[in-house]
């Protein structure tokens, strides 16, 4: 079975994502073609599929402060209108390289956009099998999730879509207008990639030296600084915490570091390489999202053992088992995050053993061959 992954983004967690999915589709069978970005961050590694950055986007997290001056707001109005037709430009240039290669199944990623109706439309005829994975049910967009009319008829052009765990495939498909026949629902995959991308020389203790602490415990957030990521409500809880530094590391969205005592911004896209030893520093992570479907940071926590505390909403209640592989917690609730931390920071022995359990999850639950055979059994009888 041919296979085409169209991954328009080169760098960050879908592209990691679209590797592993790839490199377990390759090891099952199938022969896969990766077409991504030109900035593809994973040139270095040794891949068993055929990979094609062509795709001449812009860098989604960019180094560098965000201006708010009346200038950089004008500016960045005439920078959508060429962005957006760099991006019908680029869509094309995809359709006409499938048309090429001519492949039995086309899979794609989120849907970023509701005017994509139009390109996919195109792709539609260009294809025996159109293939979606559903990172998100409903459509993120401005730093929120949206409802968006255009989801349905986008929707309706592809043979199967995959949704992560059961519970976002039962939303789907009552927000969506398709048979139940034609949504599966898969597990996210763990994300051992980043054992392969470490950086040699890159440390917990070269983390600490450049952060500026000392060898107490460290309660990480770590991932895109986001409101609906509940950074406001972990800020909140940790003025309760004591013994601890609070480190929130990951690009902002739309949040602002602030400056204080209470916690170390590392406001920044955290280079592949670096991810290990991020896991390494945290005595705790943290999830105290707000709404959300699935997390890949939460999967990097579990694949190195870091005790987790999370939210209790969408996909992290499937993920995290409670009292067994993390703690979960009600979302918007300081107090009761406040004392999770504080357990997990007071009780070692607990927070090793649940530590342990997830990373044994990852390896179990969450590992890639069972979602490759269960993509291809669906793909294969469409």
């Known amino acids: 079975m041919r296979i085409v992954y169209l991954e328009p983004v080169g760098k960050g967690g879908m592209i990691h994502y679209a590797f592993q999915l790839c490199r377990a589709l390759a090891a099952s069978g199938a022969e896969v073609t990766l077409i991504t970005a030109t900035n593809y961050e994973l040139a270095h590694l040794t891949a068993p599929f055929r990979v094609e950055p062509i795709i001449e986007l ?21 920078r959508r209108a060429t962005r957006a037709l760099r991006y019908y430009r680029e869509w094309l240039r995809q359709i006409r390289r499938v048309a090429r290669l001519a492949p039995d199944v086309v899979l794609l990623g989120d849907i970023r956009f509701p005017f994509d109706l139009f390109p996919l439309t195109l ?22 999730f949206r409802r968006s009319r255009a989801y349905r008829r986008i929707y309706r052009l592809f043979d ?11 939303e789907f498909l009552e927000s969506f207008d398709l048979p139940e026949s034609r949504v599966a629902a898969i597990v996210h995959g763990n994300e051992e990639i980043f054992r392969e991308l470490r950086a040699p020389g ?31 409500v972990l800020l909140e809880a940790f003025r309760r915490v004591q013994g601890a530094k609070l480190v929130l590391a990951g690009f902002p969205l739309d949040v602002n570091p602030t400056t204080g005592d209470e916690a170390i911004w590392v406001p920044e896209y955290i280079d592949s390489g670096e991810v290990a030893a991020w896991m390494e520093l945290a ?21 190195f053992g870091v ?31 406040a004392d999770a931390i504080t ?27 069972g979602v490759a055979q269960t993509i291809l059994r669906n793909v294969s009888t469409t």
């Open 58 to 78: 812009w860098d989604p997290k960019p180094a560098g402060d965000v201006s708010s001056s009346r200038l950089h707001v004008a500016g960045r109005k005439l």
């Open 123 to 144: 792709l539609r005829k260009k294809t025996r099998v159109l293939a979606d994975i559903c990172h998100n049910v409903r459509p993120f967009q401005s730093g929120q």
């Open 160 to 170: 199967t879509v995959f949704v992560h765990f059961e519970r976002n495939r039962r």
């Open 202 to 232: 890159v440390t917990a203790a070269t983390l600490r030296a450049r952060i500026g602490i000392g060898d107490e415990p460290v309660v990480l957030f770590f991932g895109t600084l986001s409101r609906y990521k509940g950074v406001d």
């Open 283 to 303: 005595s705790v992570i943290v999830f105290p999202y707000r709404d959300v479907y699935q997390s890949g940071a939460l999967h990097i926590a579990q694949t």
């Open 307 to 337: 005790p987790t505390i999370a939210s209790a909403v969408g996909a992290l209640q499937d993920v995290v088992e409670h009292e067994v592989s993390g703690l979960l917690v009600p979302p918007n609730d300081p107090h009761a995050l």
């Open 343 to 369: 357990r997990l920071l007071k009780d070692r022995a607990l927070a090793s053993r649940l530590g342990a359990r997830a990373a044994q999850d990852a390896q179990e639950r969450f590992g890639w061959e």
